[in-house]
């Protein structure tokens, strides 16, 4: 697997004093700035659709909801690329909890059932032993493959399914009709930008999302990895470490 590249793209603000003390200007600094005008976007949206304004039609209705949704992609977006660039700079922090992870799962699966109009199947043992991580990364992480397999065209039912062991646990999150070929897998967890003939550029298969989701996997002293078979369909797996002395839970 190729390690992402996480170094983003940076210019230098010279202190305005005038002495040579500089220092790189990046994504993360600018997330205020960013994050506002979206925040009135989604605000002022979110009181239209209440009809605070009026009563709307249906089609002024529709397109206000579209609006605010692209307007809360852009937001997980720009959080997306933000959290990569303190991952670079190892700024990122992690409030490191031991977890139950089922209740994680439970947590977050009527959210995405809300925001992305999948079917969710859960397979959860009896006992299950506590993890050692960040719970809200770990939310991030699956949101993240969740997002990933909901936005390819044939996946209408994601699988999530525990799987303990005496060193870790193990959360897989299937795609069942979901087939890869191995060139997109090669590159899905790579943070790189491919140029094209017609110099078009791209960012490789896994976007954003899905290298962030490797590398917060990988701080928790874990992994991320992915296969992918025309009959049984993609299958992400997401380890993590098992508390130390920790007990099974029911």
């Given at each position: ?21 500089s ?35 249906d ?25 990569l ?12 909890v031991?977890?139950?992870?089922p ?14 109009s ?46 303990p ?6 959360l ?14 090669d590159?899905i967890?790579?943070?790189a ?26 701080r ?11 009959e ?9 470490p ?9």
């Amino acid at each position: 697997m190729t390690e992402p590249n996480l170094q983003p793209n940076q210019f230098f603000i010279q202190n305005p004093t005038g002495s040579a003390s500089s220092r790189p200007l990046e994504l993360r600094h600018l997330s205020h700035d960013l994050r506002g005008p979206l925040n009135s976007i989604l605000g002022f949206s979110e009181l239209l659709l209440d009809g605070v304004e009026g009563p709307l039609t249906d089609l002024q209705t529709e397109d206000i909801s579209a609006i605010r949704q692209s307007a809360k992609h852009l937001m997980w977006l720009i959080n997306t690329v933000v959290d990569l660039s303190k991952l670079a700079a190892d700024e990122l922090k992690f409030d490191m909890v031991d977890i139950f992870l089922p209740d994680v799962i439970q947590k977050l699966v009527p959210l995405i059932k809300r925001e992305m109009s999948v079917e969710i199947t859960i397979d959860i043992p009896n006992a299950i032993p506590m993890v050692r991580g960040d719970s809200d990364r770990i939310d991030q992480i699956v949101l993240n493959v969740s997002r990933f397999l909901i936005d390819q065209e044939k996946v209408k039912k994601i699988r999530l399914i525990v799987e303990p062991n005496e060193t870790d646990v193990t959360l897989r999150m299937i795609a069942p009709n979901l087939f890869l070929p191995t060139p997109k897998l090669d590159e899905i967890f790579e943070l790189a930008v491919h140029t094209d003939a017609q110099g078009h550029s791209k960012l490789s298969y896994g976007g954003v999302a899905l290298p962030l989701a490797w590398q917060l996997a990988a701080r928790h002293q874990g992994s991320l990895r992915v296969e992918s078979r025309e009959e049984t369909g993609t299958c992400f797996f997401l380890k993590l470490p098992i508390a130390a002395a920790s007990p099974a839970q029911k």
